[in-house]
């Protein structure tokens, strides 16, 4: 099982990116696919997650902001990330959840910087 996160980067206050995580060996529809990210000096933390079923859930930092959805054709998961904030910056990582087990996928870094 793998899990692919891209399309971090550096980006100004109020701007926008879009996350993706690309599974291999599961499949998107099967699992909780969870976002969590981590700042330097603190815990991870949970950022917004998609059940089987479709049904999405957010922090309450993030929610408004934040849409977490999935592509099924692509086996891909996406967090697209809008009026972004200083204290968003942190190493984003994608999780998934289910009957086989847990994986999580290395970090993508995002910078909210001026």
């Known amino acids: 099982v793998q899990l692919q996160a891209s399309g971090g980067g550096l980006v100004q206050p109020g701007g926008s990116l879009r996350l993706s995580c690309a599974a291999s060996?599961?499949?998107?529809?099967?699992?909780?696919m969870s976002w969590y990210r981590q700042a330097p000096g603190k815990q991870r933390e949970f950022v917004a997650a998609i059940i089987s079923a479709g049904a999405t859930n957010y922090a309450d930092s993030v929610r408004g902001r934040f849409t977490v959805s999935r592509d099924i054709s692509k086996n891909t998961v996406y967090l697209r990330m809008n009026s972004l904030k200083y204290e968003d910056t942190a190493a984003y990582y994608c999780k998934a959840i289910g009957a086989r087990g847990t994986y999580w996928g290395q970090g993508t870094q995002v910078t909210v910087s001026s």
């Open positions: 060996g599961i499949r998107v529809s099967g699992y909780t």
